[in-house]
């Protein structure tokens, strides 16, 4: 199942995307959100209603983040794949994840305006695979812990470099600067994560292209390490990591500027695409 959460002139709702169309799911169940049917294990409920006439033109609605507010956990992680560590210098392979987290006012939608902040002109994009929690759990084993996935999407994470430099905290979240979507696709579409091709264009251009396969740690080693520290719950996302070709290691470096189209492509889940904008000045 596809399942995007969006807004129309009635308020928001979440919704199964089938072809062109959304049938509504906030007014056929019980669940506000995609958040609280994850919460109350309600996914086959949810798809009792694929067959449903379409509510909803897809290109009638204004999509939200593929999880939206309020987003509880949003875990990042820093140079899992080893072709991106290498182009970045002097790095090395890391012999445990860089787990960085996301504020929630950072992540927008499809097709929401990327901002390039007024105070840096260094900004990159990062293509990843995201992972949605479907069930709670604390040290879960590698073995066991694709059964706690709900759902995957697409992450661009967004990236100050000159302010990535003295804090990976701030140089991560300025506002609107991290798209997640468009939509969620289950994980019964997805039955290994590692089989997936990545690919980020800039205005058409080919800037990333990999499989997910060529992560350092994969999925299931990543949910078992954050597990460990922290317990994970329905509704939380975690971003794999990007492969190699960021405009930090190109030279010279190709960073993002207002009027750009940034789009991520994972086979099997879509299309991420989000314009450049510039911050505008206070009023």
Known sequence: MRIASYTTAAGPSFGLVTGDGIVDLGRR????????????????ELARHASAAPDHALSEVALL??????LRKVLCVGLNYRAHVAEAAGREVPEHPRIFARLADSIIAHGAP??????????DYEGELAVV?????????????????????????????????????????FPDTGPLGPWLVT????????????????????????????????????IEYISAWTPLSPGDVI?????????????????????????????????????????????
């Open 29 to 44: 169940t019980p669940h506000a959100d995609i958040s609280a049917a994850l919460a109350a294990g309600a996914l086959a």
């Open 65 to 70: 983040p593929a999880v939206p507010s309020p």
């Open 114 to 123: 990327l901002v390039r902040p007024r105070n840096s002109a260094q900004f």
């Open 133 to 173: 929690i479907g069930r709670p759990g604390r040290h879960i084993p590698a073995a066991r812990a694709l059964e706690h996935v709900a759902a995957y999407t697409i992450f661009n994470d967004g990236s100050l470099r000159d302010y990535q430099k003295h804090s990976v905290t701030a140089g991560k979240n």
């Open 187 to 222: 994980a019964d579409e997805i039955p290994d994560p590692a089989a997936l091709t990545l690919e980020t264009r800039v205005n058409g251009e080919r800037r990333q292209r990999a499989s997910t396969g060529d992560m350092i740690l994969s999925v299931p080693q990543l």
């Open 239 to 283: 971003a794999t990591g990007t492969p190699e070709g960021v405009a930090h290691a190109r030279r010279p470096p190709p960073w993002l500027t207002p009027g750009d189209v940034v789009e991520v492509e994972i086979g099997g889940i879509g299309v991420l695409r989000n314009p450049v904008v510039a911050e505008e000045d206070p009023a």
